[in-house]
T-cell receptor
Framework: DTAVSQTPKYLVTQMGNDKSIKCEQNLGHDTMYWYKQDSKKFLKIMFSYNNKELIINETVPNRFSPKSPDKAHLNLHINSLELGDSAVYFC?????????????FGEGSWLTVV | QKEVEQNSGPLSVPEGAIASLNCTYSDRGSQSFFWYRQYSGKSPELIMFIYSNGDKEDGRFTAQLNKASQYVSLLIRDSQPSDSATYLCAVNGGGAQKLVFGQGTRLTINP
């Protein structure tokens, strides 16, 4: 069983389109995250939700909107995609969201904007 | 100054030797320190975590923490070609509820 699963794994889309990435975790964790990894491999947090409540919202354009229907799911919707949005987006989860707990990552979603 | 800094490498080490990976961090209030390994095209996976000053050993891996110097390192003994990957240092941001990653060090073990 995949602990943190996200779909789609690969996504190629045109500038200006709107797309969503879905994430689900079956670890029973109460905190979920979206991280972005750019071409230089720098992994940066975008959002964190604890029990469906937004905890962290880093400096991310408001074209990015996370939604957490329950604590096992955290989806990411991106409006008006730009070339610079091309990256790998990792969903992750942990038990407790205070930065001191092990984070488990999904397999990543490779987004290419053309 | 970046919150978590690593030498991006690449770091080349002969098979069987000790690989030493280093990381410095800026937030003196940080309490938790993690090393993740990421193979090309894959997601990061946890290798070790350390909370207290000193050394922590797990098999061929040893994490070292020096909070006074704001320095954490990872030693890999008897390096194997399968250890070739990017190693990410991660630090919790003190009072902040997040884990901050360094840019990663690319390690290559040469047979």
């Amino acid at each position: 069983d995949t602990a943190v699963s996200q779909t789609p794994k690969y996504l190629v889309t045109q500038m200006g389109n709107d797309k969503s990435i879905k994430c689900e975790q079956n670890l029973g964790h109460d905190t979920m995250y979206w991280y972005k990894q750019d071409s230089k491999k720098f992994l940066k947090i975008m959002f964190s939700y604890n029990n469906k409540e937004l905890i962290i919202n880093e400096t991310v354009p408001n074209r990015f909107s996370p939604k957490s229907p329950d604590k096992a799911h955290l989806n990411l919707h991106i409006n008006s995609l730009e070339l610079g949005d091309s990256a790998v987006y990792f969903c992750a989860s942990s038990q407790g969201g205070y930065g001191g707990n092990t984070i488990y990552f999904g397999e990543g979603s490779w987004l290419t904007v053309v | 100054q970046k919150e978590v800094e690593q030498n991006s490498g690449p770091l080349s080490v002969p098979e069987g030797a000790i690989a030493s990976l280093n990381c410095t961090y800026s937030d003196r209030g940080s309490q938790s320190f993690f090393w993740y390994r990421q193979y090309s095209g894959k997601s990061p996976e946890l290798i070790m975590f350390i909370y207290s000053n000193g050394d922590k050993e797990d098999g061929r891996f040893t994490a070292q923490l020096n909070k006074a110097s704001q320095y954490v390192s990872l030693l890999i003994r008897d390096s194997q070609p399968s250890d070739s990957a990017t190693y990410l240092c991660a630090v919790n941001g003190g009072g902040a509820q997040k884990l901050v990653f360094g840019q990663g060090t690319r390690l290559t073990i040469n047979p």
